[in-house]
């Protein structure tokens, strides 16, 4: 919510000068759309919920499509197609909860904490049918997955990334991707904790590939804005995978990296649209040695993808450990046994993911920044071979009168007509001071940030630090909640069977020879309180709570212990 309001005022701030045609129109779509956001993560009813998750698109919609760049219809078509289709799936997913419930009950409600609270607290036989939580899982999945976006399911995010405006690419990496993650810590994990305990595998899977694939992909660019958009993937992709390693760390760590791209991201997109308000160009082979031209610009972008590659002592770096911590354990020490192998393959494959993001930020910095002074030899925004690149047209020279040759805090812009020739598609190469480089900068006309692009800049700057040197404050405001709504999953897929081999004479074949006893899970609190009116025998961790005498009953396997009650004699089970 936080997030959402910063990031909010950040798209006005760089906005200021880059939206000139219809600009009242743009802040009143503008104002509908953080309307629409802050509204996801208010909203306490699954219909207000649903209302706001689909206004989001309107507005945005429109962004793209009026404000973008030269494929922007095309892009807000795909972007809008693709996650209406999604969310209709996700909208009868949940009326599916509510009619359950219902139908359980004979009480309709749309709250989300009662749904919540009715669905975690059910026992045994008085659960949803596995069949059915697997539907609804899954049909709730299309929406919040395409969101992320998970991969496959990835394909409209760069085109509407590379396509958007600055401040639209800012909301819609540093909020917007966030609300699939929010779907599902808000209704799959605690609604449905068995279909969550048997889908995480499949989750952690495709969680996995998008960081591979999103980081690979991201490798081969040579468009700034594509580059960012295509890591956004992966590192989405460590944000799902902390969330479904359904441990403490891993959901910490995957809410706090949610947090720390919106952050990073949105400060990358923020200042590729700066530079390209002043060149006209976003592509690395028109750019290069800009720190000794533009150097808080400079700054703020080695800041800001440090940040995204998770250096230590800023923000990524704590969410991306965190994520990997939860998924280790998971796969080397907590792991379902038919899955182990496969958990541990992609443990290690996510590994990967930090190695090829700093591979590929680096790359990117170390091109534009550093070396000698690059810049393009026109004001045009063409690229290497001549022809316009795909970068953002800006909108005077849509109309094809007229181009602005200006800096980004000038009041009254200088105007010159556009060269529609495009002769020379190679940017001017030059070495020495500031100031001698031939091409847009050696005749001065290209200045480094203003006091308004700072300002939007240095709020994200200061939190990455925060974060990244004190995460506790952060840690401690998502630990409760995150535990709360994942409980009931993560007791399922713990894996319970090491507990069994080593403290159960009969050892492993003997729990399994159980599986056709009635059983239901017991908390901790249960199995204490059932010890009180019945005497059973226990299984499971030492301590945990103490041995009774052997009585009658159920097999129940939880979190913390394992406790058989049935006939049995203490001495052979």
Avoid at 233 to 255: K, T, Y
Avoid at 358 to 375: C, H, Q, S, T
């Amino acid at each position: 919510y936080g997030l959402t309001a910063l990031l909010g005022v950040v798209g006005v701030l760089i906005s200021w000068e880059a939206i000139r045609e219809e600009a009242a129109r743009f802040y009143r779509c503008w104002l509908l759309l953080e309307t629409g956001m802050l509204g996801v993560f208010l909203a306490q009813d699954i219909l207000l919920f649903y209302v706001f998750f689909e206004f989001t698109l309107v507005p945005l919609f429109v962004l793209i499509g009026v404000w973008g760049s030269e494929q922007r219809q095309y892009a807000a078509m795909k972007f809008f197609l693709f996650t209406l289709a999604g969310s209709v799936l996700t909208f009868l997913g949940l009326l599916a909860i509510v009619l359950w419930v219902y139908q359980q009950t004979d009480r309709l409600t749309f709250s989300i904490p009662d749904l919540t609270d009715y669905l975690q607290n059910l026992h045994g036989g008085d659960r949803m049918p596995l069949g059915l939580q697997l539907v609804i899982f899954w049909a709730l999945f299309a929406g919040f997955a395409i969101k992320v976006p998970l991969f496959p399911l990835h394909t409209w995010l760069p085109l509407a990334h590379v396509e958007a405006p600055a401040a639209g690419s800012v909301v819609l990496a540093g909020v917007l991707l966030k609300v699939g993650g929010y779907g599902f810590l808000r209704f799959n994990i605690p609604m449905l904790p068995e279909a969550t305990a048997v889908s995480a595998p499949y989750l952690l899977i495709l969680s996995v590939a998008g960081i591979v694939y999103g980081a690979l992909v991201a490798l081969a660019q040579k468009d700034i804005k594509r580059l960012i958009a295509y890591s956004s993937i992966s590192h989405l992709g460590f944000c799902m995978m902390g969330i479904f390693a359904l441990n403490r760390s891993g959901g910490q760590g995957g809410v706090l990296q949610m947090l720390n791209h919106g952050l990073s991201t949105g400060a990358l997109f923020a200042l590729v649209g700066m530079m390209y308000e002043r060149y006209h160009t976003r592509q690395m082979a028109d750019l290069g040695g800009l720190a000794r031209r533009l150097p808080w610009l400079a700054f703020f972008m080695v800041l800001a993808s440090l940040a995204s590659i998770g250096l230590p002592g800023l923000n990524g770096f704590v969410g991306e450990f965190l994520a990997l911590w939860g998924m280790f354990h998971r796969a080397w020490a907590d792991a379902p046994a038919e899955w182990s192998g496969v958990y541990r393959v992609l443990s290690v494959a996510a590994l990967s993911g930090v190695v090829l993001g700093a591979w590929y930020m680096l790359w990117m910095v170390e091109r534009v920044f550093f070396g000698p002074l690059r810049e393009p030899s026109a004001h045009t925004g063409t690229g290497e071979a001549g022809k316009p690149s795909s970068a953002e047209e800006p909108s005077s020279a849509r109309s094809g009168q007229e181009q602005r040759l200006h800096t980004p805090c000038d009041e009254e812009p200088s105007v010159r007509p556009i060269d529609h020739g495009f002769s020379s598609g190679h940017a001017s190469e030059t070495v020495g001071l500031e100031g001698e480089g031939a091409g847009l900068g050696g005749d001065g006309g290209v200045e480094d940030l203003c006091w308004r692009e700072i300002a939007a800049l240095a709020p994200l700057g200061l939190l990455m630090l925060w974060i990244g040197v004190y995460p506790k404050f952060f840690l401690d405001r998502i630990r409760p909640t995150v535990e709360e709504l994942s409980a009931p999953a993560a007791k399922l897929v713990r894996n319970d069977s090491a507990d069994v081999q080593s403290h159960t004479p009969g050892g492993l074949a003997a729990f399994r020879s159980w599986e056709s006893l009635p059983r239901r899970l017991l908390s901790v609190n249960e199995a204490e309180a059932a010890a009180e009116k019945q005497p059973f025998c226990l299984f499971g961790v030492p301590g945990a709570i103490s041995r009774k005498p052997v009585g009658s009953g159920w097999l129940t396997r939880g979190r913390d212990v394992v406790v058989y009650v049935g006939e049995c004699d203490r001495a052979n089970d």
